[in-house]
């Protein structure tokens, strides 16, 4: 108690947080570890998303820090709830019976879909330009005739 009492207003959160959720760890060494995680800002609740980062990247990011860390997937769907993300994901994230896997796996499959369809998007807005100004040239050249 201690340790918590000296603690700053961050670390206060963090603990009464967790015990009221029940998840406080067993043992001292768990106990200490994640404090230690937590000063260091390796925690899962210190972690954020890049600016150019994809979502399925920064899941994945979680999953593995919360495995290496013993945490419950729980744990990281909490944290994804918190978190700024298109409606189509926090959909997901309130969804019952889901793994992070499987949100992990759908939402690479989107953003795969969106970057497919920015390409097309892309190549077809080309294309029309490309006809605009050959329309344009072709104008130009019947008005000199």
């Known amino acids: 108690m201690m340790v918590i009492k000296k603690g700053d207003s961050k670390l206060k959160d963090w603990f009464y947080e967790k015990g009221t959720d029940g998840t406080l760890p067993d043992t001292w060494e768990d106990f200490k570890a994640q404090i ?8 899962l609740e210190s972690s954020q ?7 399925s990247s920064y ?7 919360a495995l290496s860390s013993k945490i ?7 944290k994804l709830r918190r978190e700024r993300a298109p409606e189509t994901f926090r959909q997901l994230f309130y ?5 992070l896997d499987n949100v992990i796996e759908r939402i690479n499959e989107f953003e795969t879909n969106a970057k497919e369809r920015n390409e097309k998007y892309q190549r077809d807005e080309r ?7 050959q329309k344009k040239h072709i104008k130009s050249r019947l008005l000199y005739m």
Request: proline residues 5%; charged residues 35%; contains cysteine.
């Open 36 to 43: 230690v995680d937590l000063c260091m800002e390796q925690a």
């Open 49 to 55: 998303r890049y600016n150019n980062e994809p979502w």
């Open 59 to 65: 899941i994945s990011r979680l999953k593995d820090k």
């Open 72 to 78: 419950p997937e729980q744990e990281v769907f909490k």
């Open 95 to 99: 969804s019952f019976g889901v793994t």
């Open 127 to 133: 294309y029309d330009n490309r006809r605009i100004i």
